[in-house]
């Protein structure tokens, strides 16, 4: 039996994460979810890299926040 393997992550530099509404009034784990990705304030954004954990949290927070890719220069 073999153990599940995770595809190959693209090869983009990340994602630029914005937070668009207020993690106040919304559960203490959501809160602490921002708080990991680096988002500490209404409308900051943050560039963070492009994996399977990162998106997770994303996705936990997906109406809170608003997700780009990182346009390589």
């Given at each position: 039996?073999?153990?599940a ?27 602490r979810?921002?708080?990991a ?9 943050v ?8 998106r ?5 927070v ?12």
């Amino acid at each position: 039996m073999n153990a599940a393997t995770l595809p190959a992550e693209p090869a983009r530099a990340g994602l630029r994460v914005k937070q668009i509404r207020s993690g106040i009034g919304h559960p203490d784990t959501m809160r602490r979810t921002l708080a990991a990705l680096g988002l500490r304030h209404h409308q900051q954004v943050v560039v963070v890299p492009d994996n399977a954990s990162i998106r997770g949290m994303i996705y936990k927070v997906r109406h809170l926040v608003e997700v780009s890719p990182v346009e390589e220069a």
